[in-house]
């Protein structure tokens, strides 16, 4: 028979007592946390209140909660098909250490698959199948791009690994040097300038020149499209007041932060002259775009000029060697972002608290070291190759020049071999290795 009605209101025992249930099979809806209706949002609140951070989790946990809560002590196994966020990013921490607290065990999974929708609007969602109960499966199997492989342990990560959380670090666990996030302005567009727009404002006050630096948000840094803003930080008010198209977008930046509802945006009104935050690098430093399209193999990185002020985009290490450059755009890194960052839609969502911090870096000979330097090196030059490229271009994958996979190939066997790992190893290998290096640092 069939129960029409909100799953996540109705009394499951009371359509089938739990002792006659074998499988509990779903595919609930697909609702990031922050596009959830007032309606999904008191559900969450209703199955979920007793979890803590529970506000970060997408609505399908709902469903995970009622489930582990229906089959406590019982041989129910249970399968989702869930969004791909629920294994990654911050809300992995936020939802299975409480379901495995509770006695859960991920019997099987699917990893990352590309759901196309059948209505004439096509959605294209990225998916997961969980397969969990309390018993736990004599045989876990993950299955992924058509192959399926025995694991020991599936953990939350989707990965043949121990149980571990990557949770929100400060700091970097290993001893490297700091990544920080660019500046981010609340200026409600009046600080941010094309390069027309620059022009046509010097041409009219000339003197303002020396407060118009460079500026680049993450998709300006991948597409090489150049912009500007008015830079403040310093600035004479005697010389400031000689400015007075510079000043009449200082007005309209206040007024903009004084009408916000936000007491840090309102706070920042008290220095309309300066961004909300601020970064400024006086040397060269490396520059990581916080988002980056999924069908990129690398997320480019750069160095940029100190004169290159940073938007919120865009993180940064400043002081970096060949070395740091080396290992974070190797493919460790890279699946090391894959497996724990979250995701802004599709496209992958670095972090610096998240992934960075976290990640476990290698201990390296200086032999290691000068290999991982040439190899960054090699990388850097074979970009010079193709003056004409963005890095957009140049990491396409259908248009990635020769030179640059050759260096790239290069790069990953010296980083590959700092950690002792083979060349032969899977990308879900990698990882497990070193979510193990990972452990032993805690």
């Known amino acids: 028979f069939i129960v029409e009605g909100n799953a996540l209101k109705l009394d499951w025992e009371s359509i089938v007592p739990k002792m006659q249930l074998s499988y509990i099979m779903g595919n609930p809806p697909f609702v990031g946390t922050k596009n959830m209706n007032t309606e999904q949002k008191k559900d969450a609140k209703l199955v979920l209140s007793d979890w803590k951070n529970y506000g970060t989790l997408d609505y399908v946990s709902c469903w995970y909660k009622k489930a582990a809560d229906f089959i406590n002590n019982t041989l129910i196994h249970c399968a989702y098909v869930s969004t791909n966020s629920i294994c990654q990013g911050e809300q992995v921490a936020n939802l299975w250490e409480p379901l495995f607290k509770a006695g859960v065990k991920i019997d099987f999974a699917h990893r990352t698959f590309q759901w196309d929708s059948e209505a004439s609007l096509k959605a294209h969602v990225h998916c997961v199948i969980v397969g969990f109960s309390q018993v ?16 020991k342990n ?113 706070k920042a009104a008290e220095n309309p002259t ?92 200086e032999k290691n070291r000068e290999q991982i330097e040439k190899s960054a090196q090699e990388i850097l030059k074979a970009r010079t190759l193709y003056p004409n490229s963005n890095l957009a271009a140049l990491y396409d994958p259908l248009t990635m020049p020769a030179e640059l996979r050759r260096a790239h190939t290069a790069n990953d ?23 193990k290096l990972y452990q032993k640092m805690q």
């Open 136 to 151: 736990g499966g004599n045989v876990k199997k993950i299955f992924s791009d058509g192959r399926m492989t025995l694991a």
């Open 154 to 266: 599936i953990n939350p990560y989707l990965v043949d690994a121990d149980n571990v959380f990557i949770v929100s670090r400060k700091t970097p666990i290993s001893d490297v040097p700091k990544m920080y996030i660019g500046c981010e302005m609340k200026d409600d567009g009046n600080y941010v300038m094309t390069e027309d727009e620059k022009n046509t404002f010097l041409q009219n006050e000339p003197q303002a020149e020396k407060y118009i630096h460079p500026y680049m948000m993450g998709k300006d840094f991948i597409d090489r499209k150049p912009r500007y803003c008015i830079w403040l930080v310093g600035a004479d008010p005697g010389l400031l007041k000689k400015c007075p198209m510079i000043l009449e977008r200082v007005n309209k930046v206040r007024e903009f932060r004084l009408s916000s509802t936000r007491a840090n945006t309102k």
């Open 413 to 435: 066997k010296a980083v590959m071999a700092a950690y002792g790992f083979s060349t032969k190893m899977t990308e879900a290998d990698c990882v497990g290795e070193l979510m």
């Open 274 to 365: 300066l961004f909300a935050s601020i970064l400024e690098h006086k040397n060269q430093y490396i520059a990581i775009p916080k988002v980056s399209s999924q069908n990129r193999r690398y997320i480019p990185m750069d160095y940029l000029d100190g004169e290159i002020i940073p938007g919120d985009k865009l993180f940064t290490m400043p002081n970096a060697s060949f070395y740091e450059f080396g290992v974070l755009m190797s493919n460790v890194h890279m699946a090391w972002m894959r497996a724990v960052c979250g995701r802004l839609k599709s496209d992958y969502s670095y972090s610096n608290t998240i992934v960075y911090n976290n990640f476990p870096w290698p201990v390296v000979t």
